[in-house]
């Protein structure tokens, strides 16, 4: 598919191929963000559009997980359509200031031991992923409208 090319994908090492980017600052992206900066009707459209233009705008990287770009997917077929879905697909994966980090390996460990871990909590397990990645990267904001990220102890923005 083209645009493609935009996409870095890091494994569960937490290395990039093309190096470290601890130093960088990113921007987590959960599915309700995606979800919110894609669909004009979502009442958080202006809000989580804003953001992430101006994290942009501020040499800021996004990162997500593979988890998130699937249940996105998934999300924006059903609610707007094919078109839709692929529309962000492309747009997204032609991105050279995005991550998508596989879910897989030491993440899926961790992930597993978050969502265990809290039985008074309705975490899903694809939040529990993105919760992994957020505390190996080191990331404390995520764009999103998901509580689930304030009560796992991260700060959600807007």
Same mark, same amino acid.
């Not at 991105?95 to 871990?117: K, N, T, Y």
């Given at each position: @598919?083209?645009?493609? &090319?935009?996409?870095? &994908?890091?494994?569960?090492?937490?290395?990039?191929?093309?190096?470290?980017?601890?130093?960088?600052?990113?921007?987590?992206? =959960?599915?309700?963000? !995606? @979800? $919110? /900066?894609?669909?004009?009707? =979502?009442? %958080?459209?202006?809000? /989580? *559009? $804003?953001?992430?233009?101006?994290?942009?705008?501020?040499?800021?990287?996004?990162?997500?997980?593979?988890?998130?770009?699937? +249940? *996105?997917?998934?999300?924006?077929?059903?609610?707007?359509?094919?078109? %839709?879905?692929?529309?962000?697909? +492309?747009?997204?994966?032609?991105?050279?200031?995005?991550?998508?980090?596989?879910?897989?390996?030491?993440?899926?460990?961790?992930?597993?031991? !978050?969502?265990? &871990?809290? $039985?008074?909590?309705?975490?899903?397990?694809?939040?529990? *992923?993105?919760? $992994?990645? @957020?505390?190996?990267?080191?990331?404390? =904001? %995520?764009? *999103?409208?998901?509580?689930?990220?304030?009560? %796992?102890?991260? &700060? @959600?923005?807007?």
């Amino acid at each position: @598919m083209a645009g493609r &090319r935009g996409i870095e &994908r890091r494994s569960q090492s937490g290395r990039s191929r093309s190096g470290p980017l601890r130093g960088m600052r990113r921007l987590f992206v =959960d599915t309700a963000g !995606w @979800m $919110a /900066c894609a669909d004009r009707n =979502d009442v %958080a459209h202006r809000k /989580c *559009t $804003a953001v992430r233009d101006a994290e942009l705008r501020v040499g800021r990287l996004l990162l997500t997980t593979d988890y998130v770009v699937d +249940e *996105t997917l998934t999300l924006l077929r059903l609610r707007l359509g094919l078109r %839709a879905a692929r529309e962000w697909w +492309e747009r997204i994966s032609g991105s050279p200031r995005l991550i998508v980090m596989s879910s897989d390996g030491e993440i899926r460990e961790q992930a597993l031991q !978050w969502f265990f &871990r809290y $039985a008074d909590k309705e975490f899903s397990f694809t939040d529990c *992923t993105s919760f $992994a990645v @957020m505390k190996a990267e080191k990331i404390r =904001d %995520a764009l *999103t409208t998901d509580r689930h990220f304030e009560q %796992a102890g991260f &700060r @959600m923005v807007p």
